[in-house]
Structure formats: structure tokens, C-alpha cells
């Protein structure tokens, strides 16, 4: 049972990741940059959720709802600010501005609520599952991570395939001028793509520090570079992929942590990208793009 | 008045001059060559004009409307359709996809459904391969699938870059049918080719460019025939 315990709390973790791992591989697929930030917008919706928890003293669900807009404002603003600039530029300096809007984010956070981890209240508030008589119990926070991140998986694969702003970002993610020449504002596209991938750090912002209820500047960092690892792991810019490769990182690490090594268990993560780069560099779900002259 | 007209156009790529002023007019019904060597300019001038790249100076009047100020999503809706060189088709998207995506600045669900039959007894091919992935389909259908893309946005002029290139003889014949056919319809055509037999052939007038400069321009017919064109593009 204590196996079962364990990939249940693999599968928590890595519905957080999927849900993180979505953002990453949404901006990638349709900017084609990697946004080191996102793991710290992460933490920015956390404590958005804290604050309004503990100083509004508004409910959880309202805070959560809060979050998901600052997020999308902030991730639409960094486009604007330090990206959209950067448009015509190598990626290599998008890149490095990724990473400078990241310490930018974390530094700020420590300015404004210190280094002093804070403790963070569950958001979920739903009933826990209980199996084979008490032997399982299945976290009340690890039913939300799974169901979310499932919605969240469908939902977005529909937007996407099923409607017009969807197909305005496949086009784009193909062909940025050919989207243009449909009548595709490429610009508003990408802010969109932002928009939505910031909207998902807040909800697994939520999921992450009800998990996990310590809240720090850093919070976000390591699940995002984790998560940045399940979405190459499940082939970049292919949502499904994003959710299959979370919940593969997730696991390996809870397991990895159980069964080989706690302090082994992120290196184990991080070996799986190597072999899984090495055998299939597109990732498991990855399309290789064929050129055709 | 001209329903196009481009006067002193100037493009730069970085500090590389590729257009060095030119200037010509598109009469509404005609169809436009633009003929030239490789580098010549002429897919620099319908890229600034459907504005993917910027104009240095000069300007481009399209029914009066200034379009190098206009972004390039806003100039579809206004009635020009660009079919680019290397067709430029989304590879990874079933061909409905396409096709609906050249629709995209249009509302009316109706005649975006009619255009579509339009574009299908056009285009029979593409109906039979409506729900095949773009990239899967051969080059001559691939042009087909950009030309039926570009006519889904219910264009007033159809600006068309090399769309005989790479393709087999048959699929090049078919390609000026079918230009001649969307020219019959009432359709205005700016045409870049490389291959200037054929672009003469069906072309009204047509202009012809040398490193960035229109060197001569005249009525296709004259131009078939002119000494100099024979020898520098049609290879008598």
C-alpha cells in the first residue's frame, strides 16, 4: 500500500507540473521562446492568494480567482515590457531576459514580503477520499491537482483546435508571417498565448501551495525549471505531452524519492530528460517538423 | 485612378537597398507581371505592399488608402490576398484548416460557406483532401490549397509570388488556367513570375524589374516581343 501511497502522490505532483508544464509549452509553441519567468509567476499567484487570504481576509476561491487576473495582467505586461521588444532579436537574448525578468520577480517578492517563508492555507476545500477501509487516503488537495489539470488539459485542447483564436495561434506557432498575410494580429495572438499561460501559474500556484504550504521567492523556481523538464519530456509545444510528461516527472520523482534516494531524487529527474533527449530528442508526443522546400 | 498604385518605393533590408524607388500602377480588372532576375525585387514589392516588410519611403495608395502605414493583419480585410512564394501553407493543419483561416477577417458565415464551394469546384482536389494534413499534400496541390486560401478572404486583388515554381509542366499549365479563370471572375491579379513566357502570355501590361529598379514596362504583348526581354528572360 505504501507503493499505492506513493504513486498517488506522484500523480498529485505531477498534475501541478502538467498544469505548469502546459504554460511553457503554450508560450513556447506559439512565441517560440522559452519563458524562464513562468515558474515565478508561480509564486507571484501564491502570494496574490495569501495576501488576500490573510489581510482581505477574502475566501479561498475569490483569492484564487484574484490571482488568475494579476497573473494574466503580469504575464501580459512582461510580454510587452521585456519581450515583445525583443521580437526581431536572437533567442539567445530573449533567453537571458527570461531569466533577468525571473530575478526580477523573485527579488521584488523578497523586497515586499521578505525572506522569511510564510505559511500558506489550503485553498481546497473539498472532502478527502478514503479507500480499502483507511489503508488509502487520497489528499483532498491531490483530487483538486488531478481533476484541474485534467479540465484545464481538455478545456485548453479544445480552445485551441475548436476555436478561431486557437487556430490564430496554431497558425501563428507555424508561420508568423503566412498568419499575418491570413489576417492574424500576431501580435494580439502572442499576448493572448501569455495571458493564458500566466492565468495557469495562478491556478497551479494555488495547487502547488496547498500541496506544499510553504511560500517563499523562490517557490516557483525549481517546480518551473521541473516542470520546463516535463514539458521537453513530453514533446514541447504539444499539450497533451505537457500532461503526459508532468505526470511521468511527478512520479519518477516521488517514486525516485521513496525507492532510490531523497537526495538523488531531482538528478534521477533530470537523467530521464538526458536518456529521453538522447533516444527521442522531439520528446514523447514531439512532432518533427518537416521541411518541405 | 489607378486601384493601386505605388509611387517611389524605397526598401531596405538593414542597410542593404532592395527596392530603389519604383513606382507602378495596378488598374482594377488587369493583370500585372512583375518580371525579373532572382534578387531583382520583386518579392521585397509585394511584401512591403501587403506590409511584411516595412517601406523605407514612398508609398503604396490602394483606392486612396495609404498602406505602408497600415499593418499587414488590417490589409486582408481590405480586398488583398497575398499567395506567397514557397506557398507558405500551414503544413501541420488539415486543408479546411487552411482554407478557414483564409477567412479569418470575415463575419459573414454564409458566404464564407459559399466561397468555400467556390473554392472546392475550383479546386476538386482540395475537397477530396479536405481533411488531410496540408503538409501531406503534393506541391502542385499545396499552390492550389494557397490560391484557394487566399481566395477565402474574398479578395478585390490577388497578389501571387512565384506560383508556378517547382511544379511539374502539367501542374504549371494548370496554375496559369487557373489564374486566367480567377481573372475572368473580375479578380484584379498581380502576378510575380520567373517564369516570364507564361506571365506574358496572360499578363495586360507588365513591368519589369532590375536590381531594384523598373528598367521597362509596357503592354505584355510589346513586351514578348521586345529584343531585350526575349533575350534576358525568355531565353530565345
Known sequence: MAFLDNLINGISL?????VIALGYTLVYGIAKMLNFAHGDVIMVGGYVIFTAMTSMKLNAYLSVLIAILACTVLGIIIEKVAYKPLRQATSLAVLITAIGVSY??????????????VTFTSVIDIPKITLFDGQIVIKSETTAAIVVSVLIVVGLSLFVNKTKSGRAMLAVSEDKDAAQLMGINVNRTISLTFAIGSGLAAIAGALLCSTYPVLSNTTGAMPGIKAFVAAVFGGIGSIPGAMIGGLLIGVIEILGRAYISPQLADAIVFAVLIVVLIVKPTGILGKKVNEKV | MAMLEIKDLHVYYGIIQALKGISFEVNEGEVIA???????????TLHTLTGILPAKTGSILYNGVELTKTPAHKIVKMGIAH???GRRIFQQLTVLDNLKLGAFTRKDKEGIAADLEMVY????????????????????????????????????????????????????????????????????VLLVEQNAKKALAIADRAYVLETGRITLSGKASDLINDEKVKKAYLGD
Not at chain 2, 512583375?34 to 521585397?44: D, P, R, S, W
Not at chain 2, 499552390?143 to 502539367?170: C, F, H, T, W
Open chain 2, 34 to 44: 512583375l518580371i525579373g532576375a532572382n534578387g531583382a525585387g520583386k518579392t521585397t
Open chain 2, 83 to 85: 499567395v506567397p512564394e
Open chain 1, 14 to 18: 505531477g498534475s501541478i507540473y502538467a
Open chain 2, 121 to 188: 469546384k475550383r479546386f476538386p482536389r482540395l475537397e477530396e483532401r479536405k481533411t488531410q494534413i496540408a503538409g501531406t499534400l503534393s506541391g502542385g496541390e499545396q499552390q492550389m490549397l494557397a490560391m484557394g486560401r487566399a481566395l477565402m478572404s474574398k479578395p478585390k486583388i490577388i497578389v501571387m509570388d512565384e506560383p508556378s515554381m517547382g511544379l511539374s509542366p502539367i501542374f504549371v499549365s494548370e496554375i496559369f488556367d487557373i489564374i486566367e479563370s480567377i481573372r475572368k471572375d473580375g479578380l484584379t
Open chain 1, 104 to 117: 526580477f520577480l523573485q527579488n521584488m517578492a523578497l523586497l515586499i514580503f521578505g525572506e522569511k517563508p
